[in-house]
């Protein structure tokens, strides 16, 4: 059998030294429009839809080998050159099949364990053996995060992000703390499970706002266009995000899935705001008073520009956000039937529980042995038996 890795939550980080860092400092040279299918071709013109709107239909993909955050150890530049890319990627696939090359029947878990722990397949994603094959992993051959880097124009970005430095801005003070996995921890209830493990909406932000690829699989989405409404269908764990064309934002204080999108067309871009997002979808910390701009753009045949931007004023000192392409898609989606989290989760609460009662009883046999231990301590002395016959 292939060892399990973890189907681990949010976008994975790419963290290797792959000695790329002093080559990055060369400037990138824009490859050739023949080689960098998001430069149009000559001649080219962005294609209209029956209804006159820019055509964005058909069924795309976002998986990508470039990280949301940019990783020092593969650059500090924003741009790797071509050659550099290129040379990523080649080793990225050279580990995927390494690690999803069966293993020998005749070795033990522990062999089978270290061989993982040390392949650079762990060196380039660590989050791979986080779980260590236990009970959710996943096998490497079930796992498609993509095979190339983000390439725009023909440069190769570091990160998804394009601030300056490729990370999140710093927030405010007294800015909340972004959640992240703490619900791995929380078992009260069903509601504060992850949407995710519920399979009510998917990981790592695939549906959004934004929307990003989630390093792991299924990054696939339908995109259907009618006269008042743009329907994006996504793979993972089959949502549906409409988004509603020349309206106005509610003002009733609900706060949907997906938050509240408005849509327009503005040229050849489709460009989306997004408000009331409800604090299960909060993103970095920040969802109350959080507006997502989107915006939509046809690059070439096989390319949609996708950029997004943050806003929070109470959480940031000014916009930011980042982008990447979608890529057409050879095949479309299908039902991404999710039911384990749902089905498991009477055992996960009721393995809660059980492990609730016996932390109580061993708390409360810790506490009687206590107290028997100090009324024996403090006990006085018992008397001596008097002697037969008296004086």
Not at 140 to 155: L, Y
Not at 222 to 250: C, K, Y
Not at 288 to 303: A, C, G
């Amino acid at each position: 059998m292939r060892y399990a890795v973890v189907l681990a939550l949010g976008t994975a980080l790419v963290t290797t030294g792959l000695g790329f860092t002093a080559a990055a400092q060369t400037k990138v040279q824009p490859v050739s429009a023949a080689a960098d299918s998001s430069i149009p071709p000559p001649g080219w013109k962005r294609p209209r839809n029956a209804m006159g709107q820019p055509d964005l239909s058909g069924y795309w993909s976002n998986a990508t080998l470039t990280p949301l955050t940019r990783n020092r150890r593969i650059s500090d530049k924003a741009t790797l050159t071509a050659e550099e890319a290129k040379a990523f990627e080649k080793i990225w696939a050279q580990a995927l099949a390494e690690s999803d090359a069966p293993t020998d029947q005749n070795e033990s878990t522990a062999e089978v364990q270290a061989k993982l722990t040390s392949s650079k397949l762990v060196e380039i994603r660590p989050d791979f053996i986080a779980a260590g094959g236990d009970t959710g992993g996943y096998n490497t051959f079930w796992i498609d995060p993509g095979t190339h880097m983000v390439e725009i124009n023909g440069v190769y970005r570091t990160s998804i992000l394009t601030t300056e430095n490729g990370l999140p801005p710093p927030r405010k003070a007294g800015a909340p703390a972004p959640r992240g996995g703490g619900f791995r921890d929380i078992y009260d209830s069903y509601e504060n499970r992850s949407l995710g493990e519920r399979c009510i909406s998917g990981f790592g932000r695939n549906t959004g706002p934004p929307m990003l690829p989630n390093g792991y699989y299924n990054n696939n989405y339908q995109i259907v266009q009618t006269p008042d409404a743009v329907v994006i269908e996504v793979e993972m764990i089959h949502d549906a995000r409409i988004i509603r064309l020349n309206g106005t934002h509610r003002t009733d204080g609900l706060r949907p899935t997906m938050g509240d999108s408005i849509g327009r067309y503005e040229g050849d871009t489709l460009v989306v705001e997004t408000t009331n997002l409800p604090e299960s979808q909060q993103f970095m910390g920040s969802w109350k008073n959080l507006k997502v701009t989107e915006w939509f753009t046809r690059l070439s045949p096989t390319k949609i520009l996708y950029r997004f931007q943050l806003e929070d004023p109470e959480m940031w000192d000014k916009p930011w956000g980042g982008e990447y392409t979608f890529s057409t898609l050879n095949g479309r989606v299908f039902e991404y039937a999710c039911h384990e989290g749902n089905y498991a989760l009477p055992g996960i609460l009721a393995g809660a529980r059980q492990k609730e009662k016996e932390e109580a009883e061993a708390k409360a046999k810790a506490a009687a042995d206590a107290a028997a231990a100090a009324e024996k301590a403090n006990a006085p002395p018992a008397k001596g038996k008097a002697k037969a016959g008296g004086d």
